[in-house]
C-alpha cells in the first residue's frame, strides 16, 4: 500500500503529460519562438493541476479539457520517459483525449509511446 502512495503523484503527472502531449499534435503550433524552459514548466505545472483528478477515474473537467487544447507538444514529449510510460494505461488516455473533442492519430510517438 506504501508504494502506491508513491505511485499516485507520478500517476498523476503521467496522465497529464500523455494527454496534454498527445492532444497538442493536433493542433499546429506555428509560434515564432520556442517556448523557455520556465515556459514549458508552468504549462506542465498547469496541466497537472487542471487534470490531476482524471488520475482518481474523474472524468476532465471542462479546465482539463481546455489544458490538452493549448498545452505545447515540444514541453510534454520530451518528459514521456519509458519508466513513466510504463505507468499509462494507453486507451484510456485515448478514451480521454477523443473526449475532450480531439481525434487521435494513430501510431504517433510521444516520448516513450506511441499510439495505437
Known amino acids: 500500500m506504501g508504494n502506491m502512495k508513491a505511485i499516485r ?7 497529464v503529460l500523455l494527454v496534454a502531449g498527445v ?3 493536433w493542433d499546429v503550433k506555428t509560434a515564432s519562438a ?8 508552468e504549462e506542465r505545472r498547469l496541466g497537472l ?7 482518481y477515474g474523474r472524468p476532465p473537467s ?9 498545452t505545447h507538444i ?10 513513466i ?5 494507453i486507451n484510456r488516455a485515448v478514451r480521454i483525449i477523443e473526449g475532450c473533442g480531439r481525434r487521435v492519430p494513430r501510431h504517433y510517438k510521444c516520448g516513450s509511446i506511441t499510439t495505437p
Open 9 to 15: 503523484p507520478l500517476a498523476s503527472l503521467v496522465i
Open 23 to 25: 492532444m497538442s499534435t
Open 34 to 41: 520556442a517556448l523557455s524552459a520556465a515556459q514549458c514548466k
Open 49 to 55: 493541476n487542471a487534470c490531476k483528478p482524471v488520475v
Open 62 to 70: 471542462p479546465q482539463c479539457c481546455e489544458r490538452i487544447r493549448v
Open 74 to 83: 515540444e514541453c510534454v514529449c520530451p518528459d514521456v520517459t519509458p519508466k
Open 85 to 89: 510510460a510504463a505507468l499509462i494505461d
